[in-house]
């Protein structure tokens, strides 16, 4: 009889459980590993609520993951048990154009571990040896588990260009909003606000380096954002994606600057100003996910301290209270929370 372990099964919001399934094995090309610390993504809370336009119900999550290899497949080479590893979740053909040169984050059949595939919410899962990144020595799990949240604010900012010695609004106050605060100042910008409709998450931002926290409801934005920043705003980052954020991006943003949306927006439209974009060269560029390059990045962030752990990850909670961490995740006090798992 095979073994049993614990994977989470997400059919709703409302409905988050732990089931039993059979333990996997490392294939060709393959590890096999045990899950130490997972995070809870936004697309996480989304898809659970059913808004997530690339996620389907149910799923099984998982993406943010730090694990220990547990054994090695045919053809792994490299790795050994006992290895700690972060996991790179996308999932790419390696043939479509946007692969061959090097964009596998837009793989033209991208799909991403945890997402459309079972993920590393569980016991032990297998993964393409290729998919994962070694966790440097004295890093902590905690510290490894924000790897993956902070590869994607580091891949918007490399988006935006050179930002050294720019003025930068950051529009949302979340995990992703607050790490690409990090990556931004880290990059350059000499200047950046940040917004939320929630004093909380303003008075966060402002603990981890803003310039600036405005309330994202306020009246007159653009004129505040300016003033606090002692001049005009070269880039927006849409940490948001509703079509008010991008009404507001495009209103702050100067003439010949950049937006960069990060947020994954709803489905369907979103009216923007087209004569604006237009009359003001305005350019705005979509980013998603990241690359082996962003994860190095992310790294070497991490591990030169950049990133405040202690006000990024503000609760943990066991495998078997995974719908505990979806509930916290959604709680506007809460910024990363984080699924320990160990073993059953």
């Known amino acids: 009889m095979s073994q049993q372990i614990r994977r989470v099964l997400v059919r709703s919001i409302d409905d988050i459980t732990v089931e039993y399934v059979p333990a996997p094995t490392a294939g060709e090309g393959e590890l096999l590993v045990r899950t130490s610390m997972v995070g809870v993504c936004g697309s996480d809370t989304h898809a659970a609520q059913g808004h997530h336009p690339f996620m389907s119900l149910p799923y099984h999550p998982g993406h ?34 946007q692969c061959r040169s090097g964009r596998y984050n837009i793989c033209q059949e991208l799909k991403v571990f945890g997402c459309q595939t079972p993920g590393a919410m569980t016991d032990l899962f297998a993964i393409p040896a290729d998919r994962v990144h070694r966790v440097p020595e004295g890093m902590t799990d905690i510290e490894a588990a924000l790897v993956e949240p902070l590869a994607t604010p580091v891949h918007a900012v490399s988006k935006a260009g050179d930002l050294t010695g720019r003025a930068v609004v950051v529009l949302g106050a979340g995990p992703i909003g607050l790490l690409v605060l990090a990556a931004a100042r880290q990059a350059g910008a000499a200047k950046i606000a940040v917004t939320d409709l929630l004093p909380g998450k303003r008075d966060r931002a402002l603990r981890l380096g803003a310039d600036a926290a405005l309330p994202a409801d306020t009246t007159g934005l653009a004129d505040q954002a300016r ?28 003439k010949g600057g950049r937006i960069v949306v990060v947020g994954v927006g709803a489905a369907g439209t979103t009216p923007v100003r087209l004569d604006l974009i237009q009359d003001r060269e305005i350019r705005v560029e979509g980013t998603l996910m990241y690359t082996a390059d962003d994860y190095r990045t992310a790294i070497a962030l991490i591990a030169s301290g950049a990133v405040d752990t202690d006000e990024i990850v503000t609760a943990t909670f066991p495998l078997e209270e995974a719908a505990k961490a979806f509930a916290a995740s959604l709680a506007p006090e809460h910024v990363k929370v984080l699924v320990t798992v160990d073993a059953s």
């Open 64 to 97: 943010e993951a730090v694990g220990v290899v547990a054994a090695v497949g045919p053809g792994a080479d490299g790795f050994a048990p006992g290895d700690r590893i972060i996991i790179e979740p996308n999932l790419y053909c390696g043939r479509c154009p």
């Open 227 to 254: 003033q606090a920043l002692g001049g005009p705003v070269d880039v927006v980052f849409d940490c948001v994606a509703r079509e008010q954020s991008m009404a507001q991006a495009t209103d702050l943003v100067t």
